[in-house]
């Protein structure tokens, strides 16, 4: 009751005329500047953060709430609608978001996108506003070899499930982790494919990566295969969503909430491994109820599923940033830093030492939630209308955006070199069918995957046994084996009349 009560003073501070206005301004800038390929909510909220210097801390925290989740939406707006992640964690939207924009369902795949952010940015605040110090405490226990073992999940996941053959999932998973390795050894400070650059020191951010294989890769090849067939218009389709696609949304909002919430309350956990799962755990339901085809042609589950385990890791990340001080995202960086301008130390006596600031910055995430659906969901015809510039002119303005997005990361004409590197990169593994993201997925992933793997091994003195340590490590090994097992065992047990049609559904690639 405590707790409610709080909530309520928080709302009752958010709650007027002056702030909602901010809020509003706050959704349309960071959902404006997400959009950008590249720009994902925390360049959204490092470019915008000049704009609060003069507010007070009430309104900071509410415009910054407000450009947070507009930042976010943004990002699956590009995905959605130009095949172009805004930021790592939408990567999984842009599978089926833009199959479903190239069949005329553009603005279905937005206000499933809108709708499941909301639902799931709703819960999670809730639960970080009502469980953040029992979900801290439980998320300190969990060591380096759970996190190891989760990461490694993932990557056979992705890598056994998606593409045509795993011999190819797993060669853009070696290609991932070595691009992951560049840059300097966390422990040992020592150069590792950098060739004797300067620039590479510091690695190469996942932003150009992305944007690179993504938006140049698909620009090049679109542009490769203009002359072979003629420029069609993409149609839009209805703005709002049917009974069929409420019924079918529904359940991934809820399990994608589930799924991200979690992970997103996890220290070093992040937003990038729950949507990877809950694409491929919506992609087995569909299987089991033999709709699996439409994977990859489009299955609004696919964006229902991650958008929502999304929004929910954004919320969660808020349990180790204010009850430990830990910004486990750039997001949550970007925010730790704005706090800080106002005199809020994160850490576990914040929520007695400041009560009034943190009620009303939780207050500020659902009022900027309700107000990024709300100014939003009636926007998503506009957004699809995008679909109808022609290919020529809109992937000029892909490329030109895509380049302002990579040169803002670190302002230097050496990452706009890069973006051209990797955007040769996606022309040529969509050349030779090679999935995108178990690459992605092993850059991301591989840099924190190391560092947990060290802390381990570090921990049992360089005892492999480090590695096992742990009952929950040991059950997701389990799992891990089973994982890349089973399709082998269900290769060999299928009735031989499936086999035919099961190929022809591998043989349907997702990039």
């Known amino acids: 009751m405590d707790t409610l009560n709080l909530l309520l003073d928080g709302f009752a501070s958010a709650l007027t005329l002056e702030n909602l206005a901010y809020a509003s301004i706050g959704v349309l800038l960071g959902t404006f500047v997400g959009v950008l390929p590249g720009i994902g909510p925390a360049m959204a909220l490092a470019l915008l953060l000049p704009v609060t210097y003069g ?86 226990e969990i060591g380096a070899p759970t996190y190891f073992a989760i990461m490694l999940l993932a990557m056979v996941l992705v890598s056994s499930v998606l593409g045509a053959s795993k011999l190819r999932g797993f060669i853009a998973l070696a290609i991932g982790l070595t691009i992951g390795l560049v840059g300097l050894d966390a422990s040992t400070a020592q150069a590792r494919l950098t060739g004797g650059s300067l620039e590479l020191a510091d690695g190469i951010d996942i932003v150009v990566v992305a944007v690179g294989v993504f938006a140049i890769g698909e620009a090049l090849w679109t542009a490769a295969h203009l002359r072979r067939r003629p420029i069609d218009v993409i149609p839009v389709g209805r703005p709002f969503m049917g009974r069929a696609d409420w019924s079918r949304s529904w359940a991934p909002w809820l399990r994608g909430t589930a799924l991200g919430f979690p992970f997103g309350a996890l220290p070093a956990g992040g937003a990038e491994t729950p949507t990877f799962l809950s694409y491929i755990t919506e992609r087995k339901l569909a299987r089991r109820r033999g709709g699996a085809d439409e994977f990859g042609e489009g299955a609004i589950e696919g964006v229902a599923g991650p958008e929502a385990a999304n929004n929910a890791s954004a919320a969660g990340m808020f349990v180790p940033l204010l009850a430990l001080g830990l910004p486990v995202t750039a997001t949550a960086s970007i925010l730790l830093a704005a706090m800080q301008k106002y005199g809020i130390v994160p850490g576990p006596t914040l929520m007695t030492d400041q009560p009034d600031l943190i009620w009303t910055l939780l207050a500020s995430l659902l009022i900027g939630n309700t107000l990024l659906l709300v100014i939003n969901l009636p926007l998503a015809p506009v957004w699809a209308k995008l679909l109808r510039i022609p290919r020529p002119q809109l992937y000029a303005g892909i490329l030109f955006f895509a380049c302002l997005g990579a040169y803002s990361v670190g302002q230097s004409a050496f990452d706009l070199a890069m973006l051209l590197l990797f955007g040769g990169l996606g022309f040529a593994i969509r050349r030779f069918g090679i999935p995108v993201l178990p690459l992605i997925l092993a850059v991301i992933l591989g840099p924190l995957m190391e560092v947990k793997m060290r802390e381990a091994l570090d921990l049992s003195g360089g005892d492999v046994s480090g590695l096992f340590n742990e009952p929950l490590a040991i059950f997701v090994y389990a799992l891990v084996v089973l994982a890349a097992l089973s399709p082998l065992l269900i290769a060999r047990f299928r009735p031989p009349m499936l086999h035919e049609q099961h190929d022809q559904h591998r043989d349907q690639e997702v990039s």
Not at 92 to 112: C, D, H, P, S, V
């Open 55 to 140: 507010l007070d801390a009430t309104q900071a925290l509410i415009m910054f709430a407000g450009i947070y989740y507009g930042g976010m939406y943004g990002g699956s707006t590009t995905s959605i609608l130009l095949n172009t992640p805004g930021e790592s964690a939408s990567v999984m939207t842009a599978i089926e978001g833009n199959k479903m924009a190239k069949k005329g369902r553009a603005a279905q795949a937005l206000a499933t996108a809108a709708i499941g952010s909301f639902v799931a940015g709703t819960i999670g605040t809730l639960l970080v506003a009502f469980f953040t110090p029992t979900i801290a405490t439980w998320a300190v």
